[in-house]
């Protein structure tokens, strides 16, 4: 008989002890025999007898019942208990479930059997409602809210090596809330946790001096806290002038059978401070309009996100230096900040351009410096004082358009305008033929997208596109319009969108075949024979057949000088350059109003249309506004309810290939009898070696670290944008150990345009004999194909013993939204991370780049690029491979691809 168990709230505890039981209903006689407790693989619909490979022992016992008075004694139906003997080193039940609750392996499978299946006497029947007991403590999780209060305020903040605090006071205190490693639920107990701090200090107060531990605490002093309490410790005192550093880390205590131990969480990242007595003291901050500071019971809303606010930075009362300041939001992705200077020293100075980025409550930060040099070489600023305020909501679109009623087949030709401020612009269908609806939707299963042109072969449908019957934005005014799009065919301009006048386009958002690259252009008037002034994407040559999103911004800085005027181009939320200036592109420019209707899917010149766009169209949108970055990259993220939207673009399942192909899934979630899958990537064709189609109790495909792998032409993602990979694999623990110390095992990899390196990666490496850990990272390149950056999120911990040669789901998530400045300074471009399971792994390692990257060619299963080498075979088994575009959650992860909480 076989069991299989999902974690479900078992997942992310520790598990001390264990017992399975199985309720035995009838053996052959009265004379026990021994019956064994298995793990074996996993079963699935494709488990062929005898039987899923056994893996390990997790018991044995001497046993017979379920004859009743047949036997005497008599022999009841009874529960036999399968419990590890300390004094039987073969039985390993509870480090086995330990193992399977911290998601080592997304299913427990259980097997009972007769330990001599030749013996007839041995046989036995039990009934399927087996149990497994477990007895547990909650896992600490990596603490949060980290940072350090610089004075005798409240509010605490983490900085990086690049930027370290200022703290005026030698004893600061510092802070980190206590967290579980999987968030509980209601009416669960919550953990016995404590946080522990440790400091260290540079040897030369630079960054460039070597640190050593000088001060460790925990809070509380005594006892246990639950998950998410926020603990504070003040440090001991500290030196004046001295650069510090400190982490911390979440500890749970549990005491079981008379027995008690700790737990440790991985340490939080590295936040920097300088104790500097004589550094300028917190200034003083002081709101003009429109914003006013949040009161105890009083947040009143005002103003908007870009909505520019007037506020003037004073010096401290006990200051007579400061000769300039620096203001910051919190809430800003890239910690960009903004410095003014005094006009004299120790001057007030007003700033009427503080721009909050979104809605809501926000934290304005301010710093005073007297511009003198640290001893890292860098300008000294002063602690921060912070300024409480809430923001009132953002514009709305003044159009949306989803397409999620365009179901293939359904014969709808009009759009709805879900927006709901101002008045409705439905947009309707032309040109049948080749225009329609598609179940390639960016928000996935269940929504449909906007098809246009798709059939390259046939001229009558090649011209299709949907348009409004009025304008759906005053393009004399600041504007933004953006749309997530498909392109399949860039033999020519291939416009998204546009809105014209009586003679040409004001605006286009469209795919330049002269520039090979995504364009937002204005043309200076509604004439004949316009200039059209462009802003040009970074990077020319955008992969075809990928989801991208786009965004023209055009600013008239709330203004009537003409000569400031700006458009912007965004991709994947990304601005690209720096905001062009109308003006300066053409001398006779004038924001001009355009009266026709908003068209999706080509351009409009003297009443003819061109341009037509070829692929899809989807999730299109526009504001009388011009857009922040900070919300425009929100709209890339394309949430509902504070969840973003994820695709799935690629899925291929070796588990029903045979032959030479990893063929892909048919599934289409929309067409339950369908036979490809919707995006039609093509099969993934095996080596000539060392892969094949096979499998013991299931097929795999099977690759022998050496020559075999599986590949087809790629990328099948827009890597400048956020994206998942994930693939479940089964490592060979004897090939591996076979291997040298460093070596890489590619699991899955994109190649970069010129090759010898993989722009993405699924990897596990070799860092010592008999030691492995799982990896994911993306690696920029040059032009020549050098490198010239690499983001890497390993996991925290080693492949454990019970990864080794079952099936482990690995997951890479790059989420191209969250900028953040690094340690040394730079400003990086994403965020890599990576999850075994469904569990979220803690490095310190630097998951971003500096600069975004587009892999091209080769992409493989099995095989991979890096070090300027083409290789590094897998030794190993794979099962599935998918890929996703955007960024999921943690919630995402476990119910899309885990499924470990089902």
């Not at 991208?548 to 009537?560: K, M, W, Y």
């Not at 998530?813 to 569990?839: E, H, K, N, S, W």
Request: glycine content about 10%; hydrophobic content about 35%.
């Amino acid at each position: 008989m076989y069991f299989e168990f999902g974690p479900g709230a078992l997942a992310g505890k520790q598990v001390l002890d264990a017992t399975f039981r199985a309720r035995e209903t009838w053996s052959f006689n009265c004379t026990p025999y021994w019956v064994d407790l298995e793990r074996t693989d996993n079963i699935s619909e494709g488990t062929r007898w005898p039987g899923p490979k056994q893996l390990d022992q997790m018991g044995d016992r001497y046993v017979s019942a379920g004859r009743g008075d047949l036997c005497n004694p008599e022999q009841p139906d009874a529960w036999i208990e399968f419990n590890d003997n300390p004094d039987e080193s073969d039985e390993n039940l509870t480090s086995t479930v330990r193992a399977f609750a911290a998601g080592k392996f997304p299913r427990l499978t259980l097997m009972l059997r007769a330990k001599d299946e030749t013996e007839p006497r041995a046989w036995k029947r039990f009934d399927n409602n087996a149990e497994l007991k477990v007895w547990y403590v909650h896992a600490p999780g990596v603490p949060t809210s980290v940072g350090a209060i610089p004075g005798t305020g409240t509010t605490a903040t983490c900085r990086p090596a690049s930027d370290p605090l200022t703290v005026t006071v030698d004893t600061p205190t510092v802070q980190a809330r206590v967290q579980t490693k999987v968030e509980q639920h209601q009416g669960e107990e919550e953990g016995y946790l404590q946080a522990e701090f440790v400091m260290q200090r540079s040897s030369t107060d630079t960054m460039s001096g070597t640190w050593s531990q000088v001060w460790s605490d925990y809070k509380p002093d005594s006892g246990w806290d639950p998950d998410g309490t926020l603990e504070k410790v003040t440090t001991t005192k500290r030196a004046d002038g001295g650069l510090y550093r400190f982490r911390a880390r979440t500890q749970s205590h549990w005491s079981y059978n008379g027995k008690s131990g700790d737990l440790f969480s991985p340490y939080s990242s590295w936040c920097y401070l300088r104790i500097d007595s004589t550094a300028p003291k917190t200034p003083t901050i002081t709101s003009n309009t429109p914003y006013t500071e949040c009161l105890a019971n009083a947040c009143d809303p005002r103003g908007g996100p870009g909505v520019a606010g007037s506020f003037t930075f004073g010096p401290n009362a006990v200051d007579r230096d400061v000769k300039a300041y620096r203001w910051r939001f919190m809430s800003s992705n890239a910690d960009a900040t903004k410095t003014v200077n005094a006009r004299t020293t120790n001057a007030p100075v007003t700033d009427t351009g503080v721009k909050p980025p979104l809605a809501g409550t926000q934290t304005l930060s301010v710093e005073a410096s007297d511009l003198k040099i640290d001893k890292d070489g860098r300008v000294r600023w002063g602690p921060p004082a912070y300024f409480t305020f809430k923001v009132g909501l953002a514009p709305e679109a003044s159009g949306r358009w989803h397409f999620g009623e365009l179901k293939p087949g359904s014969g709808t030709m009009t759009v709805a305008d879900t927006a709901t401020v101002g008045v409705r612009h439905p947009a309707t269908l032309v040109g049948k033929a080749g225009t329609g609806g598609s179940t390639r939707a960016r928000r996935g299963p269940g929504d449909y997208s906007l098809r246009l042109n798709d059939d390259t072969s046939d001229p009558a449908q090649q011209t299709g596109y949907a348009a409004t019957a009025s304008p759906a934005v005053n393009t004399q005014d600041s504007f933004t319009v953006s749309a997530w799009v498909y392109l399949t065919d860039a033999s020519a301009n291939r416009v998204v969108l546009s809105q014209a006048g009586t003679k040409t386009t004001a605006f286009a958002l469209y795919y330049s075949a002269a520039y090979k690259k995504w364009v937002f252009n204005r043309a200076d008037k509604d004439q004949t024979g316009p200039v059209f002034i462009r802003s040009l994407a970074d990077a020319a040559n955008p992969p075809l057949k990928v989801w991208t999103h786009l965004v023209g911004a055009f600013d008239t800085q709330n203004d009537s000088d003409k000569s400031n005027d700006t458009i912007q181009l965004f991709v994947n939320g990304q601005p690209q350059g720096s905001p062009v200036v109308l003006a300066n592109g053409a001398a006779a420019y004038e924001p001009w109003a355009a009266t026709g209707g908003l068209q999706f899917g080509r351009s409009v010149t003297a009443g003819t249309g061109a341009d037509h766009f070829f692929g899809l169209l989807d999730e299109a949108a526009v504001w009388q506004d011009a857009r922040s970055p900070e919300q425009i990259r929100l709209e890339d993220r394309l949430e509902t309810d504070s969840v973003p939207a994820n695709e799935l673009v690629a899925h291929w399942d070796a588990t029903i290939s045979s032959g030479t192909k990893v063929v892909e899934s048919p599934e289409d979630p929309d067409n339950p009898t369908s036979t490809t899958f919707p995006y039609g990537r093509g099969s993934l064709a095996l080596s000539t070696s060392g892969a094949a189609l096979t499998g013991d109790d299931a097929t795999a495909l099977v690759l022998d670290g050496t020559s075999g792998y599986a590949s087809m032409a790629g990328p099948v993602i827009d890597e400048t944008g956020s994206f998942t990979v994930s693939a479940r694999v089964r490592l060979n623990k004897a090939l591996l150990d076979t291997k040298p110390i460093g070596y890489r095992g590619m699991v899955a990899a994109q190649a970069t345009p010129v090759g010898q390196e993989s722009s993405w990666a699924l990897w596990v490496e070799k860092v010592n004999d008999g030691i492995y850990q799982w990896k994911f990272g993306r690696t920029a390149v040059d032009s020549a194909g050098k490198v010239i950056d690499m983001a890497l999120a390993p996991a925290q911990e080693p492949v454990g013993e019970r990864e080794f040669n079952t099936w482990v789901d690995v997951t890479g998530v790059f989420d191209a939204t969250q900028d953040f400045a690094a340690d040394d300074g730079t400003q990086r471009f994403g965020v890599a991370q990576l999850y075994v399971g469904p569990f979220a792994q803690q490095s310190e390692d630097d998951p971003g780049l500096t600069a975004a990257q587009q892999g091209a060619g080769t992409l493989s299963a099995g095989r991979g690029s890096a070090n300027a080498t083409t290789g590094h075979y897998l030794p190993g088994d794979l099962a599935k491979l998918r890929v996703w575009v955007g960024a999921m959650t943690a919630d995402q992860v476990n119910s899309q691809i885990a499924q470990l909480f089902t």
